[in-house]
């Protein structure tokens, strides 16, 4: 659906959106793939007025474990694959902070990197009690510029935002929720989160997407402060010898 890549499988259900990262095997780690499947998603589910809710879950144990280490290595040495995944970056945030249809997103695993940046930018989140957010860009030598640290200081203390974003230190689960990183520590989080969908679809549908609209606009202008900066020092950051030698350790541990 919304010609997405294998990489993202999106299934209708009436007028709700079920979204999931399809890399089970990877813990759905992103790839080139994945990344531009979402910066393409969020404005096509918004074009589509048959939409009125989405759930946005993992496949298998994990949400996402972030960036595949073999994607950032490509990175690293590829200057128009750079170009295009700091493109992407830019839309994936601020398509999500535009989406016109509440996202309520089911933590079914840990979320890392981009995966906890798409926490940060749902609506709504319940986290499963074994799952963890966490944002490791600074550890492997990138800045850190798509939705965690652009939109945590708006859902928790800036002191509380550096500690995360500087040491990619674990949010566990029932910390996520303390701090308001997340809504509800559940069993299962993909049954919660579309029964909270199905209980914003039975309300009145003007009423939900403009006051969702009303809160995101704090959102946007929180993004669109930063996110320029963030981009380029992050894409800087892909070209140092420190992000190389760090990927390098990561993607020969892998082989």
């Not at 999931?20 to 793939?33: G, Y």
């Not at 918004?46 to 496949?59: E, W, Y």
Request: with cysteine; net charge negative.
């Amino acid at each position: 659906m919304y010609d997405m890549p294998k990489e993202i499988d999106v299934r209708a259900d009436g007028p709700l959106r079920i979204i999931t990262l399809n890399r089970p095997d990877s813990l759905n780690s992103v790839n080139d793939d994945l990344h531009h499947g979402l910066a393409k998603l969020w404005q096509r589910m918004s074009d589509d007025l048959t939409a009125r809710a989405a759930v946005l879950t993992g496949a298998g144990r994990a949400f996402s474990a972030g960036g595949d280490f073999h994607y950032l290595a490509e990175l690293a040495g590829d200057a128009d694959l750079r170009a295009k995944t700091i493109a992407d970056g830019r839309e994936i945030v601020l398509g999500m902070a535009r989406c016109r249809i509440p996202v309520v997103a089911a933590v079914n695993g840990p979320a890392v990197g981009l995966g906890c940046s798409l926490v940060a930018l749902s609506d709504i989140v319940y986290i499963a009690e074994n799952a963890y957010l966490a944002d490791p860009h600074v550890q492997v030598g990138l800045v850190a510029a798509d939705g965690g640290p652009i939109t945590w200081p708006l859902h928790i203390s800036l002191m509380q935002a550096k500690e995360f974003a500087l040491t990619g230190a674990r949010i566990t689960a029932q910390r996520a929720v303390e701090l308001g990183l997340a809504n509800h520590v559940v069993d299962d989080a993909v049954a919660e989160a579309t029964a909270c969908a199905r209980r914003i679809l039975e309300l009145p549908q003007q009423a939900v997407e403009n006051t969702k609209r009303v809160l995101n606009v704090h959102l946007e202008r929180a993004v669109l402060a930063t996110i320029d900066f963030a981009l380029t020092a992050e894409n800087q950051s892909f070209q140092t010898e420190d992000f190389r030698n760090i990927v390098t350790k990561l993607t020969a541990g892998k082989n």
